[in-house]
């Protein structure tokens, strides 16, 4: 998590904001970016690892309340995929380099890296199977957010999130059998 999101709100914002900007010249790391990269999840994430090391727990209430706002993130984000692919001409969607290139990243090159990464670190077989599989995940939902913010193509993203989910219909239960 901490990984993903860290590579997720620098490059991946780094990337977004430079396609929003028409290619000037943006800071990889900056103010804006650390606040980013320090977002409430991770915060909370944080923040939980001490707590774990103090072996302590927050009051029920409170974790109540920190459940409730976790599981509404991503319906959320969901819901304005579904409002932008609403929005969108479906019938102008083709599949292109660009989008080939994208699902080819991310369910073909993304878990080979993890692959020939992990082959050289002294990992359980567990811990290996599951990162292969969460590198093969969709696109993160949250993508299309955060191109809407930066006003970039916030439509092209959505499509990226949209096409890789359904291809992972087909793509996780393959990996869950080379992998079986």
Known sequence: FFANTSFFWT????????DA?????????????VKKIFSGPMIGFLLSLV????????????????????????PLAL?????????????KIRMN?????VL??????????????????????LM????????SL??????????SFYKADAEYATLVVSVSTLLSIVTIPVYMVLLG
């Open 11 to 18: 490059v991946g914002n780094y990337n977004l904001s430079m």
């Open 21 to 33: 900007s028409g290619g000037k010249k943006v800071p990889l790391f900056s103010v804006n970016t």
């Open 51 to 74: 707590l774990i090391l103090l072996d302590s727990r927050p009051p029920d209430f409170f974790m109540e309340a920190a459940h409730y706002l976790g599981n509404i993130s991503t």
């Open 79 to 91: 819901v304005f995929i579904g409002v932008t692919l609403h929005k969108m001409d479906l019938r």
């Open 97 to 101: 380099a660009d989008l080939l290139w």
């Open 104 to 125: 080819l990243g991310r369910f073909v090159v993304s878990p080979l890296m993890i692959c020939v990464i992990v082959h050289f670190l002294p990992i359980p077989e």
């Open 128 to 135: 290996f199977k599951v990162f292969i599989i969460m590198a």
């Open 138 to 147: 969709p696109a993160m939902a949250q993508i299309a957010v955060l191109a």
